[in-house]
């Protein structure tokens, strides 16, 4: 993990680009610039719970496997069965151990003419080995949290799209692949690539960024999801979403607290992260937030004893962290 954190302080060197909500049913007719009232769908956490159950029913999520396969098709399936514009974008990257991966970027779409967009986003792989275990470290994983809840929110997100009435903007929401077949933690210095340092991270949001699924496509902002089911999950204002999308920050934040979730998402600052946003924002040049589970202030540094373990299963899913965590993104992007 800590070389996540040295190549974020790298990457950080290369980048120029800078960049009140009720629980009550939100209406804006006698706002200043007159909208339509709009109400925001209820988020079911219930639900959310099981769209996490059933991605892990498939198996660890793996590039190159069967069941990384077979939950790709689900995924697709399930986003069309919401009335999303549905784009697959296959492409193929090679690991850091030389493995060639097949990856797939699953990209819905609503609300396809709407000039004003907001982006949603998570990863839907799973770590290939346990290399935080003494025990079975080189076994994959089932990557509940660590991909299936913020993939799992998503869906409940795309659901209530489907069955409620629209929101102002548009909304696309990505599940981003590759984002965890990054070094294993034996491996000690990074390999290069043709010479370079090269990112084995978040291969899938790298990807998208340099080859985005619609020309000159652009968002007024985004937010990612990463670890966002665990019980008494904590979320710090991260580093990097301070640096690139302040006010985003802020504006999530502050809905969260008017929701009474400010036992989730914590007013305090935290070092940066490596992780999908980081090149959404350097390469999109779209400013994303990453809400994601961390604790700057234990003795690991940041993720839980779940992380990259064979702890990382149904039973560190709480449904009231989903619930925080969906409530808040479906009243921030409703409010727009």
């Not at 396809?112 to 998570?122: G, Y």
């Not at 799973?126 to 994959?140: H, I, N, Q, S, V």
């Amino acid at each position: 993990m800590m070389q996540r954190i040295i190549f974020l302080t790298l990457i950080i060197g290369w980048i120029s680009f800078g960049c009140e909500s009720s629980k009550k049913s939100v209406d804006h007719a006698g706002s200043r610039n007159s909208k339509k009232a709009i109400t925001v769908p209820s988020f079911n956490s219930d639900s959310a719970y099981h769209f996490i159950q059933e991605q892990v029913d498939f198996g660890p999520r793996v590039p190159n496997t069967y069941s990384h396969k077979n939950c790709g098709e689900y995924l697709v399936d399930k986003l069309k069965s919401y009335g999303a514009e549905v784009t697959e974008q296959n492409f193929s990257e090679q690991a850091y151990n030389g493995t060639v991966l097949h990856l797939k970027n699953i990209i819905a779409t609503y609300n396809p003419n709407a000039r004003k967009r907001i982006l949603l986003a998570a990863h839907w792989d799973t770590r290939p080995f346990a290399d935080k275990d003494f025990k079975g470290r080189y076994e994959p994983i089932d990557g509940a949290n660590d991909g299936g809840s913020g993939v799992g929110v998503l869906l409940e997100v795309a659901r209530m799209l489907d069955k409620s009435e629209k929101p102002n903007t548009g909304i696309d929401i990505i599940f981003f692949d590759g984002e965890d077949y990054g070094e294993h933690e034996d491996v000690v210095n990074t390999p290069l690539k043709n010479g370079l340092v090269q990112i084995w991270w978040c291969l899938g949001s790298q990807y998208w960024a340099d080859h985005p699924h619609k020309p000159k496509y652009s968002a007024y902002y985004g937010i990612l999801l990463d670890m966002v089911g665990g019980t008494n999950a904590r979320f710090y204002k991260e580093g990097g979403s301070m640096q690139f999308a302040p006010k985003v920050v802020r504006k999530i934040w502050n809905t969260a607290r008017s929701l009474g979730y400010s036992n989730y998402f914590v007013n305090t600052n935290s070092s940066g992260i490596m992780d999908d946003h980081i090149f959404v924002n350097r390469d999109a040049k779209i400013p994303m937030v990453d809400i994601v589970e961390h604790d700057p202030e234990s003795a690991s540094y940041y993720f839980g004893d779940y992380h990259h373990t064979q702890k990382d299963n149904m039973s560190i899913i709480d449904k009231q962290t989903l619930q925080a965590v969906g409530e808040t993104v479906l009243y921030t992007i409703y409010n727009e």
